[in-house]
């Protein structure tokens, strides 16, 4: 099983047109779940993107984001880190 997007892409070589859809649709979704509450990743890529065994999509690796504390205000640095899934 593949532990991110990348470690599927470099066994795979490539994402059927479905399979990119599926992926897609789900990375938008979370991306939408941290922007309304104010979080931005600022380092999506496929590495940052894993998998659970039903190949659904979880973002991770917030070393670089920003944290929104009122809307028109500068970005601050979140200083946490999320475990990656193993």
């Known amino acids: ?10 066994r795979r070589k490539r994402f059927t047109e479905p399979e990119t859809r599926f992926f897609l649709v789900q990375l938008i979704g979370a991306c939408l779940w941290m922007h ?4 931005i990743h600022r380092d999506l890529k496929l590495g940052n993107i894993f998998l659970d065994a039903d190949l659904n999509v979880k973002v991770g690796d917030f070393g670089l984001a920003a944290l929104i504390e009122n ?4 970005k601050k640095l979140v200083n946490s880190s999320i475990d990656h899934p193993r």
């Open 36 to 39: 309304t509450h104010q979080v």
């Open 1 to 10: 099983m593949a532990k991110s997007l990348m470690d599927m892409l470099r």
């Open 71 to 74: 809307p028109g205000d500068r």
